[in-house]
C-alpha cells in the first residue's frame, strides 16, 4: 500500500469527511432542540390545559362539600385562613 491506496489525502481526507458528518449531526441536533423548545414556550404560554392549583379555601370547600367537617368546623377553618 502505498500513497495512492487511499487517495491524494490519505487517512486525513477520512478524518476530515467524519469532521464534516459530525459537524452537519450537530447543527441539525441542535435546531430540532430549539424548535422542540419553542413549541414548548407556546405550549406554555397558552396554557397546558390544567387547572390551577386549588387554595386552601377551595379545599375546605370542598371538604365541606363533601360531608367530611361540619359547618361549625368550617366556619372555624375559614376564619382562621382569612385572618
Request: aromatic share 8%; no cysteine.
Amino acid at each position: 500500500m502505498g500513497y495512492y491506496a487511499w487517495g491524494p489525502f490519505g487517512v486525513m481526507g477520512i478524518g476530515m469527511g467524519l469532521l464534516g458528518l459530525l459537524s452537519w449531526g450537530l447543527i441539525i441536533a441542535l435546531v430540532v432542540v430549539a424548535v422542540r423548545a419553542l413549541v414548548r414556550g407556546d405550549r406554555a404560554a397558552a396554557g397546558s390545559g390544567a387547572a390551577p392549583a386549588p387554595t386552601p379555601l377551595d379545599i375546605l370547600k370542598m371538604r365541606y362539600a363533601r360531608g367530611e367537617i361540619d359547618r361549625a368546623e368550617f366556619e372555624e377553618r375559614k376564619q382562621t385562613l382569612s385572618s
